[in-house]
Nanobody, 112 residues
Framework: QVQFVESGGGLVQPGGSLRLSCAASGSIFTVSPVKWYRQVPGMQREWVAS???????TYADSVNGRFTISGDNAENTVYLQMNNLQPEDTGVYSC??????WGQGTQVTVSS
């Protein structure tokens, strides 16, 4: 079973950028689409972005134009480039594919 490990989170000031990585133990093509989610304690998990096997992408309205999801099939990794981060982007970011389980996620904190 393919599993994901997320990394790249951290503390950043409003307006800053981060790039998150989602490294898979196997082919990301086989578990496509791969999606990024985020969660704030006490709130429901929120879908952020998706990437499909042919490379097409979709985004939540709240991040469209600021975030970019991409995939590297050779490296079995999905990325989330996040620009112009705002405090409301704070949360634990996790990725998931079809049939995969949730990983630990990576914490993103946007604060001055």
């Amino acid at each position: 079973q393919v599993q994901f490990v997320e990394s790249g989170g951290g503390l950043v000031q409003p307006g800053g950028s981060l790039r998150l990585s989602c490294a898979a133990s196997g082919s990301i093509f086989t578990v496509s689409p791969v999606k990024w989610y985020r969660q704030v304690p006490g709130m429901q998990r929120e879908w952020v972005a998706s990437i499909f096997s042919r490379g097409s992408t979709t985004y939540a309205d709240s991040v469209n134009g600021r975030f970019t999801i991409s995939g590297d099939n050779a490296e079995n990794t999905v990325y989330l480039q996040m620009n112009n981060l705002q405090p409301e982007d704070t949360g634990v970011y996790s990725c998931k594919g079809v049939g995969t389980t949730w990983g630990q996620g990576t914490q993103v904190t946007v604060s001055s």
